[in-house]
């Protein structure tokens, strides 16, 4: 169900974010990771840092958060690997068995500069609140750029979603 939503809260912001002029999206908004865009490309960096942990087809990305906001220079190039990416989620969920989501995920955090051990599970909730999180976020500044934002409320989503 989150693959399902991640995808459909993406593809909504795709439709506004593709017709902004650029200036708007790198338009510095005092937000953690500065722009519209630079929170998109954050939020995708993450989505790709996650996968690459949970599906070794995955490639990790270039650089570490510092670098995330940097990674997709325009709207079409975000778009295009943001709906790559959100298949790649989509796939990988559906395949989940409760197994899979049985014991434990290390890696390397490089925001901690630690190695870390957490709970598959907790790893995979994770990876959805923190999309979740950087939407929000930039549904904020969709609105105070005079965007209509899309609607954001789980039981709205269509089935077919």
């Given at each position: 169900?989150?693959?399902?939503?991640?995808s459909?809260?993406?593809?909504?912001?795709?439709?506004?974010?593709?017709?902004?002029?650029?200036?708007?999206?790198?338009?510095?908004?005092r937000?953690?990771?500065?722009?519209?865009?630079?929170?998109?490309?954050?939020?995708?960096?993450g989505?790709?840092?996650?996968?690459?942990?949970?599906?070794?087809?995955?490639?990790?990305?270039?650089g570490?958060?510092?670098?995330?906001?940097a990674?997709?220079?325009?709207?079409?190039?975000?778009?295009?690997?943001?709906?790559?990416?959100?298949?790649?989620?989509?796939?990988?969920?559906?395949?989940?068995?409760?197994?899979?989501?049985?014991?434990?995920?290390?890696?390397?955090?490089?925001?901690?500069?630690?190695?870390?051990?957490?709970?598959?599970?907790?790893?995979?909730?994770?990876?959805?609140?923190?999309?979740?999180?950087?939407?929000?976020?930039?549904?904020?500044?969709?609105?105070?750029?005079?965007?209509?934002?899309?609607?954001?409320?789980?039981?709205?989503?269509?089935?077919?979603?």
């Amino acid at each position: 169900m989150m693959a399902r939503y991640n995808s459909w809260q993406n593809n909504q912001l795709m439709s506004i974010i593709e017709l902004m002029p650029k200036d708007e999206l790198v338009k510095e908004r005092r937000a953690f990771f500065g722009s519209i865009l630079g929170t998109a490309n954050h939020l995708l960096w993450g989505d790709t840092v996650w996968m690459s942990r949970f599906d070794p087809s995955v490639r990790p990305p270039k650089g570490g958060i510092a670098e995330s906001v940097a990674l997709w220079p325009t709207a079409g190039a975000w778009t295009a690997d943001r709906f790559r990416m959100d298949g790649k989620i989509r796939f990988w969920a559906e395949g989940l068995r409760a197994l899979d989501l049985k014991g434990d995920l290390t890696w390397f955090s490089g925001a901690l500069q630690k190695q870390m051990t957490v709970s598959v599970s907790e790893a995979v909730v994770h990876m959805f609140n923190h999309q979740t999180h950087h939407r929000g976020q930039i549904h904020a500044m969709l609105t105070a750029a005079g965007q209509q934002a899309p609607v954001s409320d789980l039981f709205i989503m269509p089935k077919d979603a």
